[in-house]
């Protein structure tokens, strides 16, 4: 299982990014998936919006309801994520996976993610 995350980079306030994750080495049609984020090291990597097998999105950070648009590529196995009216806050590092996670957080797998700046 692999998860490799691009796009991100140093935006200022308001403008738009477009992170992409490649997958493989699993059936990713077959899940859903999600988009995490991570605003410092050593924080809790939290859920920030995801998407069904059937194309269903539940945003669950409030801040980005309206802001962000989570899609997917089935027959490329990739995962987007267009954010847009990017605010301060949304300065993380921003990583893809299953939406439904083990347990046991030593049998997940990550990417590198891909870090998003914000600036004022």
């Known amino acids: 299982v692999e998860f490799v995350e691009s796009g991100g980079g140093l935006v200022e306030a308001g403008g738009s990014l477009r992170p992409s994750c490649v997958t493989s080495?699993?059936?990713?049609?077959?899940?859903?998936m999600s988009w995490y984020r991570e605003a410092a090291p050593e924080k809790e990597r939290g859920l920030v919006v995801s998407m069904t097998t059937r194309g269903g999105t539940t945003a669950y950070a409030i801040p980005v309801v309206d802001r962000f648009i989570i899609s997917r590529d089935n027959d490329k196995d990739t995962l987007y994520l267009q954010m847009n009216n990017l605010k301060p806050e949304d300065t993380a590092m921003y990583y893809c996976n299953k939406r439904w996670l083990e347990r046991r957080p030593e049998k997940n797998v990550w990417g590198k993610g891909t870090l998003v700046t914000v600036s004022s």
């Open positions: 080495g699993f059936s990713f049609g077959a899940y859903d």
